[in-house]
């Protein structure tokens, strides 16, 4: 294939890809927040926003930056099976560490996630969602609303993953929206912590994990 040939196909694969994340998007319209929405999310004085922003301290940590090694760690992803980060090494990985289940915004993140595990695959990763739950509590979720991703107890000790990974929060017992995308050798590629009352969406997901296609594909010709 010429290199023509191969900027039009990386074109319309782009392109394809966009239009599927406007579908998904479209049917979960309500999941990406507006400019308003966000404000409304972290501004006290806005309204809705109040219900998270009174349940959630301002704590912020820091998150692991990139190009810093992902620390491994192994959890439960049913009642009686374990599941370890070095299991999928060879090939990137997407954490989507969120507050809790059944919560409104954390529900409707997982969702389009579900939504978009196809696109997720076709560059080559795997989804893994975890939070404080416990597996008995993420096997209900997970059943109800027919996500078909692991999703991982960080229970016991209590937001220890977290806490490595820098997206505890301590006054609340939860984790903090946070994403993150480790490339093939074990690396945070790329990291977003999102406000926690808003839905990252999965724009920022899909640009890591083309950019590090790209770069494979970018070595590969060398």
Same mark, same amino acid.
């Given at each position: 294939?010429? @290199? %023509?040939? #191969?900027?039009?196909?990386?074109?319309?694969?782009?392109?394809?890809?966009? @239009?599927? /994340?406007? #579908?998904?998007?479209?049917?979960?319209?309500?999941?990406?927040?507006?400019?308003? =929405?966000?404000?409304?999310?972290?501004?006290?004085?806005?309204?809705?926003?109040?219900?998270?922003?009174?349940?959630?301290?301002?704590?912020?940590?820091?998150? /692991?930056?990139?190009?810093?090694?992902?620390? *491994?760690?192994?959890?439960?992803?049913?009642? #009686?099976?374990?599941?370890?980060?070095?299991?999928?090494?060879?090939?990137? +990985? +997407?954490?989507?560490?969120?507050? &809790? *289940?059944?919560?409104?915004? $954390? @529900?409707?993140?997982?969702?389009?996630?579900? !939504?978009?595990?196809? =696109?997720?695959?076709?560059?080559?990763?795997?989804?893994?969602?975890?939070?404080?739950?416990?597996?008995? $509590?993420?096997?209900?979720?997970?059943? *109800?609303?027919?996500?078909?991703?692991?999703?991982?107890?960080?229970?016991?000790?209590? @937001? #220890?993953?977290?806490?490595?990974?820098?997206?505890?929060?301590?006054?609340?017992?939860?984790? !903090?929206? &946070?994403?993150?995308?480790? %490339?093939?050798?074990?690396?945070?590629?790329?990291?977003?912590?999102?406000?926690?009352?808003?839905?990252?969406?999965?724009?920022?997901?899909?640009?890591?994990?083309? *950019?590090?296609?790209?770069?494979?594909?970018?070595? &590969?010709?060398?």
């Amino acid at each position: 294939m010429t @290199g %023509d040939q #191969d900027a039009r196909a990386s074109s319309q694969l782009r392109s394809n890809r966009e @239009g599927s /994340l406007r #579908d998904s998007q479209t049917r979960f319209h309500f999941l990406m927040p507006t400019s308003a =929405e966000a404000n409304t999310a972290t501004n006290p004085k806005s309204g809705q926003g109040n219900d998270y922003k009174e349940m959630y301290s301002k704590s912020r940590p820091k998150a /692991l930056p990139s190009g810093v090694e992902a620390p *491994d760690f192994t959890l439960r992803s049913t009642p #009686d099976q374990w599941l370890a980060l070095s299991e999928f090494r060879g090939q990137p +990985v +997407v954490l989507a560490f969120y507050p &809790a *289940d059944w919560s409104p915004v $954390c @529900g409707d993140q997982m969702a389009l996630y579900n !939504e978009m595990l196809k =696109e997720f695959h076709e560059l080559g990763a795997e989804l893994i969602g975890i939070s404080v739950d416990g597996a008995w $509590c993420h096997a209900a979720f997970a059943r *109800d609303r027919k996500l078909h991703f692991p999703l991982l107890a960080d229970f016991e000790p209590k @937001g #220890d993953v977290a806490r490595r990974y820098g997206v505890y929060r301590d006054k609340d017992g939860v984790s !903090e929206r &946070a994403l993150f995308v480790i %490339d093939a050798e074990g690396k945070v590629h790329w990291s977003f912590v999102s406000p926690i009352g808003v839905n990252p969406g999965a724009d920022g997901i899909l640009s890591a994990l083309e *950019d590090l296609q790209n770069k494979q594909a970018t070595l &590969a010709t060398k």
